[in-house]
């Protein structure tokens, strides 16, 4: 077979082609030199970031929905749902069902309480950033509290803050104790959330000595806020 002969031209095209092939290789080489470096600082960073809210992650995680709630402003309403900014800039949406009560301060109160920029407290099952209400009280009078500006937001990628306040229970280990319902873990969230605003809380456990543990997700501290049988916060880490 012939080639024919090489004309300046054509050699020109060749050298350009060549230098493009080459060209193409170095630039595929550079982009999997620098994938591979950013996906070794992602797994850095989870690795060493504080966790996101989920219901069933944490250092005392248990699965499946649980009594719990929030509190915050309302950011937006819709028929049968509401959305809730908690101060801690965590977004929560608020599932309404016939069964749902409203106050309003200390008074009985309808739906149509719930409006946009009023402070809800939230009473329900949590499911994750949802929860189900069973109980919506705007404008709740103990809404403020002194203790409330030391709650950490969570900001990815940032450490996990460790800290204890107050009183501990002495036999205390993270993941005992058994889950409660009803008035009594609604009474226990009302006390953790007016004490610490800005997270979710997920879960009530009744510990061995008759106290309760808070579970509060979505805020990097405080994640454990413990009450008494009375229902007076005396601590938290």
């Not at 309404?96 to 200390?106: C, D, V």
């Not at 005992?176 to 997270?199: D, E, F, H, R, W």
């Not at 979710?200 to 008494?228: A, M, Q």
Request: one cysteine or more; a positive charge; proline letters at 4%.
């Amino acid at each position: 077979m012939t080639l024919g002969k090489i004309t300046p031209r054509r050699a020109h095209s060749v050298m350009l082609g060549l230098t493009a092939l080459a060209t193409g290789v170095l630039i595929a080489a550079c982009g999997s030199s620098s994938s591979s470096s950013s996906s070794t600082n992602t797994t850095s960073t989870t690795a060493t970031s504080a966790q996101p809210v989920s219901g069933s992650r944490g250092s005392n995680a248990r699965s499946g929905p649980a009594a719990g709630g929030s509190i915050g402003k309302v950011s937006s309403v819709s028929t049968s749902s509401f959305g809730l900014l908690t101060s801690a800039g965590e977004k929560v949406t608020i599932k309404e069902t016939p069964s749902t009560t409203y106050q309003k301060g200390t008074n009985s109160a309808s739906a149509s309480a719930v409006t946009k920029g009023k402070t809800a407290l939230v009473l329900g099952t949590t499911n994750s950033t949802t929860i189900t209400a069973t109980q919506v009280i705007v404008q709740p009078t103990n809404s403020t509290s002194k203790t409330s500006s030391q709650v950490v937001p969570f900001k990815r990628g940032a450490p996990s803050t460790s800290k204890t306040i107050g009183q501990i229970p002495a036999n205390y280990k993270q993941g005992s104790g058994s889950i409660v319902s009803g008035t009594t873990a609604n009474k226990a969230t009302k006390a953790a959330l007016a004490a610490y605003p800005g997270g979710i809380v997920d879960r009530v456990v009744k510990l061995s000595n008759g106290e309760y543990e808070v579970h509060n997700i979505g805020v990097n501290w405080p994640h454990h806020i413990f009450v008494t049988r009375d229902f007076k916060v005396v601590g938290a880490n």
